[in-house]
């Protein structure tokens, strides 16, 4: 049912010793939460691997698992109600679900990190920010009050806040919401991560805002080599800075694939549906001032309740080109070109009228 | 000859051919809240969240209005239906004024501009069938007949919006976001409005929803001859719905045009900033120029002088930050505000030498 981990590792020589570049390798992760309606697994049997330097992307809808991946690899799922129920997730060749709690703690916030959302809510409203980064830095790196504090001043002006010092002694509500996700790339940063994980980390901004903020995040990606795993709805985002693309729905991947694969190749009818209904802004100069706007293509229905999933691939009853087979068996994800691999039965067919995509 | 002249006329200065061809027109709109401070609640300041707004939206067509978060686009809108009394300007719905009408004489004008809302979900009464919200304005309007032909009239919007007319006995939380949606969409059409403000419409639902209610909105346009103002941040989005485009910064229209022209030859150096920071789903697109502009919004509680956006401009010289610029026709058709056009057009934008 669940793809073997092997078969999903793009030139992977087998688990235990990763291969070149590797950081981080999810094999078969399956994420599961108790609620109402039974067992749902927000997650099932993800496998793929983060080179070092690279941004690999993880993009989908609500409800697709992205954001439960990246609490899994951090052991940050809530339980109850959620539980890691199987897989490996290997940091440097050793598995993180083996490791006892206060191991954790220590690739937590220092060898791996983490920004959300919305600043707002993780950083704590009664410290100055200072204070916050200056904590992260003593605790992981045994400084003392006084030079971590420092390295924080220094961390603040890195990401670019102006007047560092006095902005080091502000509360989280006296900074703009761009300024607040500076100061959580500064605390994600201090400890020299690996590994940066990126849920959704410019989403609540706005658009001059976000650019500044990947930017930022770019460049110091490219100062401390570390990889970064993005997480993002918003597919002109992951063209603007996946080198990969995991494209994950109703809890499982897809399609994965080079950039460029993925954007100009796409081979899953999601992906492709994806890419046809989001409008694009040059179009609009490309028609001319008097064309008739197009329609856009559209994927019919809505996303599936987890609870409730359909037999065979989950994407089936939205599916253009679904047929008998699809509703009975889920496809498993094969190689379809260097790279570039895909869960469909029909993989790289043209879906009827769907041809703009 | 006068059509020829309409399209050339900015709005801000429309003829009288002009107003009389348009659906709707605000001329100079101000919308200013009082900040208090202190036990007595004195006025410290105000924020100027729409400050002398000026344009008009013609019969079957979409005006986008677009901005980041703050710049007052929302407030236009709900100003502009008068759900906010105007600080000062006018309104004018097919030429009547409607600035200063009372609710009673409100009312007919009502029927006749509706809202959809970002959230569907906060903006749905939560106790109610499906069938009763979007039914609620006929009521209230006290159209649509008895009871048996209400409910005929909402099974056909159910249909004509795309959801099952047996839906209507379910209630919000049984609906997904894009049904609910559509619900908003229903009940704003139930009156047979010639005008609907539609305030961020899509930005609360997954991007394969997005797709179906734009396409909804366009066929019902293209089918009932409807005016929108379609308020919304996703540059992209608002591009594809709008015939013509306004850019707002600090509570003020920076650039009118087409949206052809809009993105071809922006002429404002915030349009221009901010169409380069929209991200393109194109594997090329990472290799283009981009202008990334520094630092925040100043707050609309005390905007820089002059020019409110010189403190982020890349182009801002010693003028823009004493005076501000008018809107005004820069190119046919395309208005700008903005001191870098005073001697004549200066394309690609640039700092005067």
Redesign the interface.
Known sequence: MNQTASSDLPDGPGPGSPAPGVVLEIEGLRTEFRTPAGIVRAVDGLSCVVRRGETLCVVG??GCGKSVTALSILRLVPSPPGRIAGGRILFEGRDLLALGEAEMERVRGNAISMIFQEPMTSLNPLQPVGRQIAEAIALHQGLARRDAMAKAVGMLRRVAIPDAERSAAAYPHQL?G??RQRVMIAMALSCNPKVLIADEPTTAL???????I??LIREQQERLGMAVILIT?????????ADRVVVMYAGRKVEEGG??D???RPAHPYTR?????????????R???G?R?A??????G??PSLARLPPGCSFAPRCALAEARCREAAPPIVRHGPGHRVACWNAGHAAPGAAAA | MSALRDVAAPEARPGPAAAAEALVEVRDLKKHFPVRRGLFGGVAGHVHAVDGVSFRIAPGQTLGLVG??GCGKSTAGRTLLRLLEPTAGEIRFRGEDITRLDAAAMLPYRRRMQMVHQDPYASLNPRMPAGEIVAEPLVIHGVGGGRAERRERVAQLFERVGLRPEQMDAYPHEF????RQRIGIARALALGPELIVCDEPVSAL???????I??LL?DLQDEYGLSYLFIA?D???V???SQRVAVMYLGRIVELT???????TPLHPYTE???????????T??RRR?V???G??PSPISRPAGCHFHTRCLYAHARCRSEAPALREVLPGHLAACHLHDAGVTLPLARPA
């Not at chain 2, 997904?176 to 049904?179: N, P, T």
Request: charge should be negative; avoid cysteine.
């Open positions: 809808e609500s703009s761009g300024m706005d658009v001059t805002i976000q650019a500044q990947l930017e709805h918003d597919m002109g985002v992951v063209a603007e800075n950039v460029e993925l954007f100009e549906g994806l890419l046809g209904s989001i409008p694009h802004l040059d179009d609009a100069a028609a001319g001032a064309a706007r329609r856009l293509a559209e994927i019919k809505s996303v | 980041e978060s997904s976001g894009g049904q997954d991007v394969s929803i997005q797709a179906q734009l396409n366009m941040h540059l992209a989005v591009e594809h719905i087409d949206r052809a022209s809009l993105f071809e900033a901010l169409l380069s920071a929209v991200p393109i789903p194109k594997a697109a990472r981009r990334i502009l520094a925040d919004v």
